[in-house]
């Protein structure tokens, strides 16, 4: 009888049952561990493309001196007033038809813009006025021209912008540093329409 009380004392089950919750309790550390070395992956993989993609940034801004846009974002368009405008021709009788649009890093700047758009106009209707037919009609012309608005918005809005053409500033002999203005968003000058007559 000895033996048969054993087992209705409950001592031997209770092995089996220590072994299977052992067991459990192993598995579910395991598939914790598991779990979270993915998620330690995943999460460093991720990290490591975003420092890359910060990197080539950095290194496009330092080439040149601008934030560049992320290539996932698309760019902004400011659509100027069509303009008409004579001509530096002798005579005075030649004129051009300019529509423009100007390509922006962001709707920001298209609002800030909006605030200075009379001088922006006026700006660029006397670079516009300044040239010849002959020289608006040259393709070499017209990339002049879109460096120059370039330049004159900048200047209006105070961007910082360095026109291929000019000259390198010497070195300020001071003691006050010259100010650095604020990274360029204009990104390009479109024509959308350019008739001369």
Same mark, same amino acid.
């Given at each position: 009888?000895?033996?048969?009380?054993?087992?209705?004392?409950?001592?031997?089950?209770?092995?089996? $049952?220590?072994? $299977?919750?052992? &067991?459990?309790?192993?598995?579910?550390?395991?598939?914790?561990?598991?779990?979270?070395?993915?998620?330690?992956?995943?999460?460093? $993989?991720?990290?490591?493309?975003?420092?890359?993609?910060?990197?080539?940034?950095?290194?496009?801004?330092?080439?040149?001196?601008?934030?560049?846009?992320?290539?996932?974002?698309?760019?902004?368009?400011?659509?100027?007033?069509?303009?008409?405008?004579?001509?530096?021709?002798?005579?005075?009788?030649? &004129?051009?038809?300019?529509?423009?649009?100007?390509?922006?890093?962001?709707?920001?700047?298209?609002?800030?813009?909006?605030?200075?758009?009379?001088?922006?106009?006026?700006?660029?209707?006397?670079?516009?006025?300044?040239?010849?037919?002959?020289?608006? %009609?040259?393709?070499?012309?017209?990339?002049?021209?879109?460096?120059?608005?370039? *330049?004159?918005?900048?200047?209006?809005?105070?961007?910082?912008?360095?026109?291929?053409?000019? *000259?390198?500033?010497? *070195?300020?002999?001071? $003691?006050?540093?010259?100010?650095?203005?604020?990274?360029?968003?204009?990104?390009?000058? %479109?024509?959308?329409? &350019?008739?001369?007559?």
């Amino acid at each position: 009888m000895s033996a048969a009380a054993a087992p209705a004392n409950g001592d031997a089950p209770a092995k089996p $049952k220590s072994k $299977k919750l052992l &067991f459990i309790i192993i598995g579910v550390v395991v598939l914790a561990l598991v779990g979270a070395g993915a998620a330690f992956f995943l999460l460093k $993989k991720s990290h490591s493309e975003d420092e890359e993609d910060g990197t080539e940034v950095s290194a496009q801004e330092e080439e040149h001196g601008t934030p560049l846009r992320d290539p996932k974002t698309p760019p902004t368009f400011l659509p100027l007033d069509s303009m008409v405008v004579n001509l530096a021709d002798p005579g005075g009788n030649r &004129f051009a038809q300019l529509g423009i649009t100007l390509q922006l890093a962001d709707a920001k700047t298209g609002e800030d813009m909006k605030t200075y758009m009379p001088s922006i106009r006026n700006g660029i209707l006397i670079l516009v006025s300044q040239r010849t037919a002959e020289q608006m %009609l040259r393709a070499d012309g017209k990339e002049a021209l879109t460096q120059d608005i370039m *330049a004159e918005i900048s200047n209006v809005m105070g961007y910082d912008y360095e026109h291929p053409d000019a *000259a390198p500033e010497p *070195a300020p002999k001071g $003691k006050k540093k010259k100010k650095k203005a604020a990274p360029n968003p204009i990104e390009g000058v %479109l024509f959308s329409s &350019f008739i001369v007559q």
